[in-house]
């Protein structure tokens, strides 16, 4: 059975340019469930031993640049951090090195919607790497559900990429095709994301 990392992706805060509401920076929570990909195989005693040492969650603070044709995707600079976050959900100071760098690594995401293109710089053991490539049309489906998110009224929509369920919720009252990660091709900005 595959096991993969789960990912929630909150909206803290939204300083848009008033007016057109086309250009801003949104604040993100991810979430990442550090115990997901634990081997299923593992013995009892080993897992617990592991749990001990290693918390359920892992908090990354995360930003989004954006304006009506491109967006960054990057982690928040240390002195900005949010210090609301427990310290036992950041890992107690430690930092934790996964498969691609790590939930802090220096990774960041840039699309340029407009030309249809994306760099990605990965943090790969230390050393980075950047990607580029086409930004690739994402079939959304509009199950029709809202929600309010930090007073913004909210609309869902899923899709599958790589055999993964996405679900998203984005807002027409900020008309950017936008989101975290290279998220994109929806009537507005992406809010809140979760995967596993």
């Known amino acids: 059975m595959k096991r993969s990392i789960t990912l929630l992706l909150l909206l803290l805060n939204c300083g848009l340019i008033f007016g057109q509401n086309t250009s801003g920076e949104v604040r993100y929570k991810v979430k990442i469930n550090m115990w997901a990909n ?44 949010n210090d609301e976050v427990d ?17 802090n690594a220096d990774e960041k995401f840039y699309s340029d919607i ?6 990605e710089q990965k943090d790969l053991m230390g050393k980075l790497f950047l990607i580029e490539d086409s930004l690739q049309p994402i079939e959304w489906k509009l199950p029709g559900e809202m929600k ?28 950017v095709s936008s989101g975290p990660m290279g998220v994109h091709g929806l009537p507005g900005l992406v809010l809140e994301a979760t995967t596993d």
């Open 38 to 81: 634990l081997p299923e195989d593992m013995d009892e005693d080993r897992m617990d031993a592991v749990k001990e040492w290693v918390p359920e969650w892992m908090i990354v603070d995360k930003m989004l640049l954006f304006n009506s044709g491109e967006s960054l995707f990057l982690n928040v600079p240390e002195d900005e951090n």
């Open 148 to 175: 309010v998110i930090q007073g913004y009224t909210c609309m869902n929509a899923t899709t599958m990429r790589d055999s993964t369920e996405f679900e998203v919720w984005f807002t027409m009252d900020i008309p």
């Open 87 to 103: 310290p036992n959900e950041r890992g107690g100071g430690m930092r934790f090195m996964m498969m691609g760098g790590g939930a």
């Open 114 to 119: 407009a030309n249809k293109t994306k760099v």
